[in-house]
């Protein structure tokens, strides 16, 4: 157990719908990571939030929005969802400059 | 856009066996990091290496790591059935940074450890 948790672990949305998807980090850690999983793929990074404020970004469209939350927890949503969207999202909280420690991951299905 | 790309796709190896994966990349790196994932669940960090060292150890774990190459390798020595995962090398391109977590992952390595 690394201590982020992630919720949902799954979801089903249809073409077009909005989603939000949560992650509580570890105890200590100020710093969250999204990644985004496609079947068969490697994780790509969407963004990355320090102390409340987006510290990095991936490429991916605006419709991928984040916040971070004073207790370091963090929302990560998407707006006009695609098929494409379909993935594991994943969730990684570390403190500045150490190892990443990962959630379990919400499977998201768009129908 | 996967920066790594790993070799083999797949390996299957008996138990006792030492499993090699392969991982290259493409641009300048401040670290190479190693992580295990369990049918498509969460990623567990195994060894980080960085971009002025050459070998690390830990535990049945050996990372290599060639600059001029861009490449690096994992072994696993005396594999066992528990070590059936998929194992993705990341790269992690932000010198100087304030936080190791914007990593460009390879496409990975399912790894089969028959009993």
């Known amino acids: 157990e690394t201590g982020v948790t992630q919720s949902p672990t799954h979801l089903i949305k249809t073409r077009g719908q909005q989603v939000t998807l949560r992650c509580s980090s570890q105890?200590?850690?100020?710093?969250v990571s999204w990644y985004q999983q496609a079947l068969g793929q490697g994780p790509q990074f969407i963004f990355q939030?320090?102390?409340?404020?987006?510290?990095g970004r991936g490429n991916f469209p605006p419709r991928f929005s984040g916040l971070q939350f004073p207790n370091y927890s963090s929302e990560l949503n998407v707006n006009a969802l695609e098929l494409d969207d379909s993935a594991l999202y994943l969730c990684?909280?570390?403190?500045?400059?150490?190892?990443?420690?990962f959630g379990s991951g919400t499977q998201l299905s768009v129908l | 856009s996967q920066q790594g790309e790993e070799d083999p796709q797949a390996l299957s190896i008996q138990e006792g066996e030492n499993a090699t994966m392969n991982c290259s990349y493409k641009?300048?790196?401040?670290?190479l990091q190693w992580y295990r994932q369990n049918s498509g669940r969460g990623l567990v960090h195994l060894i980080l290496?960085?971009?002025?060292?050459r070998e690390k150890h830990s535990g049945r774990l050996r990372v290599t790591l060639d600059t001029s190459k861009k490449s690096s390798s994992l072994l696993i020595t005396a594999s066992r059935a528990a070590d059936t995962a998929s194992y993705f090398c990341?790269?992690?391109?932000?010198?100087?940074?304030?936080?190791?977590?914007?990593?460009?992952f390879g496409q990975g390595t399912i790894l089969t450890v028959h009993p």
């Open positions: 990684a909280s570390s403190s500045p400059n150490e190892k990443l420690f």
């Open positions: 105890s200590g850690h100020n710093t």
């Open positions: 939030y320090y102390r409340e404020e987006e510290n």
């Open positions: 641009t300048s790196i401040n670290n």
């Open positions: 290496i960085r971009s002025n060292e």
């Open positions: 990341a790269t992690d391109a932000n010198a100087g940074g304030t936080s190791y977590g914007k990593l460009t």
